[in-house]
């Protein structure tokens, strides 16, 4: 056998290398999920005096907005990275950092 023969297509490599940095951005959803769980729903920054329980709804749609568009980023590279045989690892670093700005936007929303 070839040493060509035994090596995978260099488009599932680079797909393959998008997917492993995206690890770390469903690290980082399931920890910012439990810190929204615990500090606005459980939490009493949700609903203190003159809460407003219509804004942290919105605050919360925010915040799935911003997890959905952090996927559909990863989502779009992993694609363009399969077909192109590009390194495209950088992109979800760049959608986790969607993700972290979608949180702390959603989180100055709920108060």
Do not use: H, N
Not at 1 to 19: F, I, L
């Amino acid at each position: 056998m070839s040493p060509e023969a035994s090596q995978p297509p260099a488009g599932s490599r680079a797909a393959g290398a998008v997917a492993a940095v995206a690890v770390l951005q469903v690290v980082a959803t399931v920890v910012l999920a439990l810190t929204w769980f615990f500090e606005v729903v459980f939490g009493s920054a949700a609903c203190g005096p003159g809460c407003d329980p219509a804004a942290v709804d919105r605050a919360g749609m925010v915040f799935l907005l911003a997890i959905a568009a952090s996927y559909a980023i990863s989502a779009v590279a992993f694609v363009v990275a399969w077909r192109t045989s590009r390194d495209l690892a950088w992109v979800p670093l760049l959608a986790t950092g969607v993700l972290l700005g979608g949180f702390f936007l959603a989180r100055s929303f709920a108060g």
